[in-house]
């Protein structure tokens, strides 16, 4: 069952290349791919592994890929940063950061749940920095991790420590992982705290 994902998202992917135009070479790789996958003896951990990867490039060729959605993406991006820079800067610096926090990549979702928990622990300025050094498009997708995490942790931190540690969390794991998360906690929760709970569910869901 977990091969034929894999070869489908392969397909996929090979369709996406194809319509990009001059991607001889991804196309080639794809169809490589292809053929190891339909033979391939590997375990099912590097199955997972590899289907995740081909999750995360069909992401990439499908996320904002018209010059409108590009700048519709920025411009929320945009929005959300000047609005908490604006706070302790001045129109041009702030604009100079919030410029730069979202050409880096900023996953807005993330970032929004990220900064509601910070700002309760630091001003508008030190909340969005550390909010953009973790929202990162590497934690796309991860939403439900993070806010899964957090809810645990809250249970024995502040909202600080509580974001810090659910923002490890989701860089941690595949953004597949909720379900065992699910899981092990509701079996570890039954003979430790919920911290602990937690740490322990995160062990064993990471490979």
């Known amino acids: 069952m977990i ?9 996929a992917t090979q369709t996406l290349f194809a319509a990009q135009g001059e991607v001889s070479t ?18 099912q951990q590097d199955i997972d592994a590899a289907e995740e990867k081909l999750r995360e ?5 499908t996320s904002d890929t018209s010059a409108g959605s590009g700048n519709s993406v ?23 950061k919030a410029s730069t ?10 970032a929004e749940f990220l900064y509601s928990k910070y700002s309760q622990g630091y001003g508008a300025v030190t909340a969005m920095d550390k909010t953009a050094t973790v929202a990162s498009k590497s934690m796309r997708n991860k939403l439900p991790i993070l806010k899964f995490a957090y809810e645990k942790y809250s249970q024995g931190y502040g909202a600080v420590t ?18 065992c998360l699910e899981k092990l906690y509701a079996s570890y929760s039954q003979g430790y705290g919920a911290v602990t709970a937690m740490d322990k569910s995160v062990e064993g869901c990471a490979k």
Request: with cysteine.
């Open 162 to 179: 509580a974001a810090d540690k659910a923002a490890q969390v989701a860089a941690t794991l595949k953004r597949n992982s909720l379900s």
């Open 101 to 110: 926090v979202c050409k880096n990549g900023l996953e807005l979702e993330i």
């Open 3 to 11: 091969k034929t994902l894999v070869v489908s998202g392969l397909l």
């Open 26 to 43: 991804l196309v080639k790789l794809s169809n490589t791919l292809k053929s190891l996958a339909l033979t391939s003896e590997a375990s």
């Open 57 to 61: 490039a069909i992401e990439i060729l």
């Open 74 to 96: 920025f411009g929320e991006c945009y929005d959300f940063a000047y609005q908490k820079y604006s706070q302790g800067f001045g129109a041009v610096t702030a604009a100079d």
